[in-house]
């Protein structure tokens, strides 16, 4: 099951911070409640994208070659998250908690997401969904993964991704250096 998310707000022009439950950025002239203060991992990983460029990660995919039941698997999480949609939330959230592991790393699992068919063409779009997906089947993510969910303040844009262990895994997403971190999600 998962941790919970942890509230990142940013105060400039008002606080800025990402509902926990429903995932709607939010400005307010009051600050958030519930902030908390974010676990060790959180704040570590918080370290990468303060400084992206001491953040590992290779434009390479780390490919594995699946079963079919494994394929099977992972394209019915994959429709199932597709079906929540990000009005679903906080459901979302709680069904990837749900581990299935396929994957021996987050890499592998970005990989192979990269490949079906509701993760084609412009991935940035999917990016909540693709995170959660990867973090649901892979065994290295609760080992030291943090999802993020930031945005880009002037635009009003949200992104989702993942740093683990010093790394951003998606080989296929560099655009995650230009959103403000507002909520992190960690494995308990």
Not at 22 to 41: D, E, K, Q, W
Not at 120 to 125: F, I
Not at 150 to 163: K, Y
Request: net charge negative; glycine share 6%.
């Amino acid at each position: 099951m998962w941790g919970w998310a942890y509230s990142l707000p940013y105060h400039g022009d008002g606080w800025w911070y990402i509902s926990r439950f429903t995932g709607s950025l939010l400005h307010s002239t009051h600050p958030p409640p519930f902030i908390g203060r974010p676990i060790a991992s959180v704040i570590q990983a918080l370290e990468y994208c303060n400084d992206p460029y001491q953040c590992e990660w290779s434009p390479n995919p780390d490919t594995k070659k699946l079963s079919i039941a494994e394929m099977q698997c992972l394209t019915r999480a994959d429709d199932v998250l597709f079906k929540l949609g990000n009005s679903n939330f906080l459901l979302s959230i709680l069904y990837a908690g749900l581990k299935e592991p396929i994957f021996d790393t987050t890499k592998q699992a970005f990989s192979a997401i990269a490949n079906l068919p509701n993760h084609q063409g412009e991935v940035l779009d999917k990016c909540f969904q693709r995170t959660l997906l990867a973090a649901k089947t892979s065994r290295s993510f609760s080992r030291g993964g943090v999802i993020f969910i930031g945005a880009d303040l002037s635009s009003h844009e949200m992104h989702a991704w993942i740093i683990e262990n010093g790394q951003q895994p998606d080989h296929e997403d560099r655009s995650w250096i230009n959103y403000r971190p507002l909520l992190a999600i960690v494995k308990s």
